[in-house]
């Protein structure tokens, strides 16, 4: 009898215990966290596990007037540069207009053009995967996994190209920003001159310290970023590409997610920083 009542109470624990919905499940994984039961980077992840199985592949892709392609009809010689600056790895490649992707072309692949190989684009082309804007994140990511693809086309309700998403950019919605070869290191600092009167500069750049570098008086009562300033010179979250002027800056987004800015490439036309 002791026995059936202890199993019983065991059972009543677990029941009560049990979230009910996602924010009671969220609520218990706080608990644990304030309880040092987990690190900040664990409870992250968690969260974004959550949140990746609610969102949908319009919250994350890339627009397709961001989208960085490659025309079949131009020469190789043309768009390699292009391919350079951009730093991708993988292409998506239209004829005639972006509506009509005909496949991926990866990058190191143009590597065999370059050391004199007789290559054909349109030979070298992987095939495209098409996913609706309404595809939720948890079943994109799956898919990514299965067939070992990396990037999707995103097409709208009528069959048009509405742009693009990356495992990657799936991935950072559970880990946050992942950085590549051609992120900034953690050693790097946070200003870098690009070319004469060009620099990049991580969003997390105090205001203090830009203002020594460039010379400015920005307030940093209302944000303690460059990332915050310029957020609220848009007045909205940019995404890649995206630009804004003010005060004697050109400021394009050289990378963004749905969440935040991680970097920005400010052009000087009126102003010369310090040193």
Known sequence: ??????????????YLLKPKDKDQLSDILKSAFDKNMMDSDALMMLEGVLNVSEMHVRDIMIPRSQMDV?????????????VIKTSHSRFPV???????????????????????????????????IFVPE???????????????NHIAIVVDEYGGVAGMVTIEDVLEQIVGNIE??????????????????????KATTEISDF????????????FTTIGGLVTKKFGYLPQRNEKVSFDGFDIEILRADSRQIHSILISINLISPKG
């Open 211 to 222: 203002n020594n570098y460039f010379a400015t008086e920005y307030s940093d009562e209302e």
């Open 94 to 128: 239209i004829e005639e207009n972006v509506n009509n992707v005909i496949g991926i072309l990866l990058a190191k692949d143009l590597l065999r053009f370059t050391s004199g190989e007789d290559f054909e684009v349109r030979d070298n082309l992987r095939p495209a």
């Open 180 to 201: 590549d070869e051609f992120d900034y290191d953690e050693t790097e600092d946070n200003i870098i001159q690009d070319q004469d009167r060009k620099f990049r500069v």
């Open 1 to 14: 009898m002791k026995k059936k009542k202890t199993e019983l109470i065991k059972q009543i624990k677990n």
């Open 70 to 82: 490659i025309d079949i009809s131009k020469k190789i010689e043309e768009f390699i540069p292009f």
């Open 134 to 148: 309404s595809k939720r994140l948890n079943i994109l990511l799956k898919d990514f996994r299965t067939n070992r």
